[in-house]
């Protein structure tokens, strides 16, 4: 019985009790009172009487419409806030970067964020719900299992086909707990660290590069050194030999460090681009000047066919930087006798500026020619080295290209020649540019 009826049936009894009270009291006191007096006073109190319950049940009616109304309003709110929350926790879980996926204790699947969806490459029509739909690799179940079974985190690295080749995920699993001490489900997140493996290992590649390139030079000099300490130094010529293949290694070592310092600077962005309008034919002129003793070496000619009024945005230390890279690779890869040239044209739309440049040594076999802008790549190595090469060169070109937002491409027929061109956007010169605004490092180090 709810506790309005009880006081319902309360005053109930109190009034019969009242008018039993007031009845006994009446007759006791009045007995000669006329039978209408005595209904004109009953009458009147049983109206006060009922007037009385009346008042008071519509009083507690009201107060109850009213308590449950506000009640009505506070469900109304938590509702509405519980909406708010679980809107909020979508959003956090559609939006977020991972790929999540939680299972209950039994391995179904209860969500799948957008991020999982396209990271594990998943299809509407192969998921029915269960873990092993999400994933056939055994490291994620044994991750889930590891976490469900230990209540402790688990990590796995996980590998996906995708349409352009193998993505690399990392995942991490953690115990699910609504409330108690017991895991209720398995959250998984996976990350994907493709981009990450892949950075690593070509910085990894590149400090075995550079160990290997340093140490060539280097067990030359101690070689040498060791000769000349031997005895070597009494015999004047055989010294003197000695002496400028050391001077020549020195030199290579040099110019190893002072590209591999140049790179990683253009690569961190610290390198700053004055970009101004250059006059390309007198800085064409003056990297031609700078090559003429290789030049005379090679027997090679050069010729320079940019206008005279031929004006290019660009940084001009660094257009010549671009310049001798290409010029001196077009010589030293050059027949005896050959010819060197650079040349200018306007691109179809006027936007663009390029410049060629041509050599007639005997050109790059085909498969090579994708990777000659690879750090330390180089098609012929012993050749190259002999040449005083770093492998350096067009990598370094590469990036300062880019840097102008430009565009390298290099083209070459066997025993005909070799050309490079540079797309450079024929844009009006600003202030100042950091090679980090243009490329990300992403860019840079592929
Ligand atoms: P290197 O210091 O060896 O010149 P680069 O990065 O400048 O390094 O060039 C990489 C490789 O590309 C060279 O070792 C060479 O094999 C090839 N190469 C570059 N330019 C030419 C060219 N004009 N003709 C033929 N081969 C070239």
Redesign the pocket.
């Known amino acids: 019985m709810t506790q309005e009826k009880r006081h319902l049936i309360l005053a109930t009894i109190v009034m019969v009790l009242a008018f039993a009270g007031y009845a006994a009291v009446k007759t006791a006191l009045f007995p000669q009172m006329s039978i209408i007096t005595s209904h004109l006073i009953t009458t009147a109190v049983v109206g006060l009487m009922t007037m009385v319950i009346v008042r008071y049940v519509i009083k507690r009616q009201t107060h109850l419409l009213e308590e449950q109304a506000r009640s009505n309003e506070r469900l109304r709110e938590a509702l509405a806030a519980a909406e708010r929350n679980g809107n909020l926790l979508r959003s956090i879980v559609a939006s977020a970067d991972e790929g999540l996926v939680i299972t209950d204790r039994d391995s179904r699947v209860l969500l799948v964020n957008s991020a999982a969806w396209r990271l594990l490459e998943l299809r509407e029509q192969s998921t029915t719900g269960r873990l092993i739909d999400i994933s056939r690799d055994p490291q994620v179940h044994h991750a889930f299992a590891s976490v469900l079974e230990t209540g402790d985190r688990a990590e796995a690295r996980v590998e996906v086909w995708a349409g352009y080749g193998k993505r690399i995920l990392r995942l991490q699993a953690a115990p699910l707990r609504l409330g108690g001490s017991q895991v209720d489900g398995v959250v998984g997140a996976f990350i994907d660290i493709t981009q990450l493996e892949r950075l690593e290992r070509i910085r990894q590649e590149f400090l075995a590069n550079v160990s290997h390139e340093l140490r060539t030079p280097l067990t030359s000099i101690a070689a040498y050194i060791e000769t000349l300490l031997n005895g070597g130094i009494d015999d004047p010529d055989n010294s003197l030999r000695f002496l400028s293949t050391v001077q020549r290694n020195v030199a290579r070592m040099r110019d190893l460090v002072n590209d591999i310092s140049e790179l990683s600077a253009i690569e961190a962005g610290a390198v700053r681009l004055t970009l101004t309008q250059v006059p390309l034919r007198q800085v064409v002129e003056e990297v031609f000047a700078g090559l003429a003793p290789r030049c005379k070496k090679q027997r090679v000619r050069l010729r320079n066919e940019t206008a005279e009024a031929c004006r290019i945005t660009a940084d001009r230390r660094r257009l010549e930087q671009i310049l001798t ?1 290409l010029v ?3 010589i ?3 027949r005896p006798d050959g010819e060197v040239v650079v040349a200018t044209a306007t691109s179809d739309d006027g936007a663009h500026l390029l410049i060629k440049v041509r ?1 007639t ?4 076999p085909a498969e ?1 020619l994708t990777r ?2 690879e750090r330390f ?4 190595k012993a ?2 080295r002999d ?1 005083g ?7 370094i ?1 590469k990036h300062i290209v880019q840097a102008h937002k430009g565009n390298l491409t ?1 083209e ?1 027929v066997l025993q005909k020649g ?1 050309t ?1 061109r540079v797309l450079l956007p024929s844009t009006k010169p600003t202030q100042e540019v950091q090679t980090s605004d243009f490329s990300s490092q992403r860019e840079l180090l592929s």
């Open positions: 890279n001196d690779n077009a030293k890869f050059n050599d040594g005997p050109g790059i090579h000659v802008f790549y180089r098609v012929d050749r190259s040449l090469g770093t492998g350096l060169g067009l990598a070109v290099i070459s070799t490079v």
